[in-house]
């Protein structure tokens, strides 16, 4: 567990990525082209049931932490905390402050959608890198795809988290959903493009190195 000895810039940077997270989702949900697969199911899931994505994502994933904590322990951190809480909160909250800014009918624009919809999905794969760059633990979801691809040798990390990312997004579908473009591209390409922006962005131009000695 990645809980002591903790650099307070990694700190402040994985709880400033994850509130952000949510922030880029509340733009990118009302442009219809999806989001990442997780809270695709997430959002189709909560609506079913009539709950707040906050609600649902954080009672989910208390539910795969205890999966976490019994077989892959050594995923979690303040980083896992912050990301099964922050997230879907902050969605929630920046949802609630756009409905008094953002006039009724302003996604209705395909220029609109499409322009919201670049930019914010530049803004979330950034702020994941950071997120995911911080090394202070993975999320319950991601968790589980870590472990799911540690316990067996036939298929590499990127092929199990396609076919995890796809699983999902079948959930998804069933809860009534359907995917737009984003979804689809982020379950193939997500992985990858994070991979590189953490090497040649985040790492380049926010280097957080540990301190010598320190450990987590």
């Not at 932490?65 to 920046?94: C, E, H, K, P």
């Not at 579908?173 to 193939?188: C, D, E």
């Amino acid at each position: 567990m990645k809980f002591l000895h903790v650099d307070m810039r990694r700190l402040v940077l994985v709880v400033v990525s994850v509130i952000l997270m949510g922030f880029f989702l509340s733009f990118l949900n009302p442009c219809g082209f999806g989001t990442d697969p997780c809270t695709v199911m997430n959002l189709a899931i909560s609506g079913k049931i009539g709950w707040t994505l906050g609600n649902w994502q954080a009672t989910l994933n208390c539910v795969l932490l205890v999966i976490v904590i019994l077989f892959g322990r050594d995923q979690i951190g303040w980083g896992t905390i912050a990301n099964m809480f922050l997230v879907g909160y902050s969605f929630d909250f920046f949802t609630w402050v756009n409905s008094f800014w953002i006039p009724e009918g302003a996604f209705g624009s395909m220029i609109v959608r499409v322009a919201v919809a670049a930019a914010a999905l530049l803004g979330f794969v950034v702020v994941a890198s950071c997120y995911m760059t911080s090394d202070l633990g993975t999320s319950p979801y991601d968790a589980i795809c870590f472990m799911i691809a540690s316990h067996q040798k036939k298929l590499s990390f990127r092929v199990v988290r396609i076919l995890y990312d796809g699983a999902v997004c079948l959930v998804a579908v069933i809860f009534g959903t359907r995917l737009g473009v984003v979804t689809v591209a982020m379950t193939f390409l997500l992985g990858p493009v994070i991979a590189w922006m953490k090497v040649h962005v985040v790492e380049k131009y926010l280097p957080l190195k540990k301190p010598e000695g320190v450990k987590g």
